[in-house]
């Protein structure tokens, strides 16, 4: 498995990061750092369970609910010192998920018990081959979090 079209992604979304101008969010809904912060959180999650794999796990788990981590996002945002700080930590996450996705090969077909929660476009709750998930993080998760910050351009 390869990580371009992921890297792609993630080149996209860091791109309007790095734009900023954004406007603070309709009530309940996230700001432009807790959307970075997000990220950043699951992609860690994801490179939890991808180590796993790369370890030699017959079957890893991975589950991110959508505001499961309000509290820790708004620490994480205090912790990053803002967008500029969060910003720079997302580009390395990624970078480390994107690296260990190309080791991958076969083990991207493992089974993974994978609990997804965000908004009413994005739910599973079913072991997917690795592969699967990481594609509707490239083609769903990280499409939506950039609509998102496109509609909190000022």
Not at 13 to 31: D, H, I, K
Not at 50 to 58: F, K, M, Q
Not at 73 to 93: C, F, I, K, N, Y
Request: aromatic share 4%; hydrophobic share 45%.
């Amino acid at each position: 498995m390869e990580s371009g079209r992921l890297r792609e992604a993630y080149g996209e979304l860091l791109a309007e990061v790095t734009a900023g101008g954004f406007a603070p969010p309709p009530q309940g809904q996230l700001s432009a750092e807790q959307i970075v912060a997000h990220l950043a959180a699951n992609d860690e999650l994801m490179i939890q369970a991808t180590e796993a794999l790369l370890a030699g796990a017959p079957f890893a788990y991975y589950e991110l609910e959508e505001d499961v981590h309000r509290p820790q996002l708004d620490a994480l945002v205090a912790e990053q010192g803002g967008l500029s700080g969060l910003a720079g930590l997302l580009r390395g996450t990624s970078e480390r998920l994107c690296a260990l996705v190309d080791r991958l090969g076969p083990a991207a077909l493992t089974p993974v018990e994978t609990h997804l929660r965000e908004g009413f476009d994005l739910r599973v709750d079913e072991s997917l081959p690795w592969s699967r998930t990481l594609d509707l993080h490239v083609r769903v998760h990280l499409p939506k979090h950039l609509a998102q910050l496109r509609m909190l351009r000022a």
